[in-house]
Nanobody, 115 residues
Framework: QVQLVESGGGLVQPGGSLRLSCAVS????????MGWYRQAPGKQRELVAA???????NYADSVKGRFTISKDNAKNTVYLQMNSLKPEDTAVYYC?????????WGQGTQVTVSS
């Protein structure tokens, strides 16, 4: 059973930065196209950043230019660097495979952007 453990969230002021991490227990981690999702209260979970199967990256329009996804295959870890944070970025952030087939979801990490 693959486990996903997200960390790095917290309370940050508008304009601030956070770096999220997600440790993935999957074998052959490097072959998976990983993504970061978020779910705000009362809203559906949305994909905000992801790797494609070819290794390039895609971003939701709402975070483009502010968020950067990266990964360290040696550490089985995927990261999300979030800069210029806005109150509308407030959500629980999750990592998982990109696409309709996913592993069981982790607990997520709460990001709150507020002054």
């Amino acid at each position: 059973q693959v486990q996903l453990v997200e960390s790095g969230g917290g309370l940050v002021q508008p304009g601030g930065s956070l770096r999220l991490s997600c440790a993935v227990s999957a074998r052959f981690f490097s072959i998976y196209a990983m993504g970061w999702y978020r779910q705000a209260p009362g809203k559906q979970r949305e994909l905000v950043a992801a790797f494609t199967s070819g290794g390039s990256t895609n971003y939701a329009d709402s975070v483009k230019g502010r968020f950067t996804i990266s990964k360290d295959n040696a550490k089985n870890t995927v990261y999300l660097q979030m800069n210029s944070l806005k109150p509308e970025d407030t959500a629980v952030y999750y990592c998982n495979m990109r696409g309709s087939i996913t592993w069981p979801w982790g607990q997520g990490t709460q990001v709150t952007v507020s002054s």
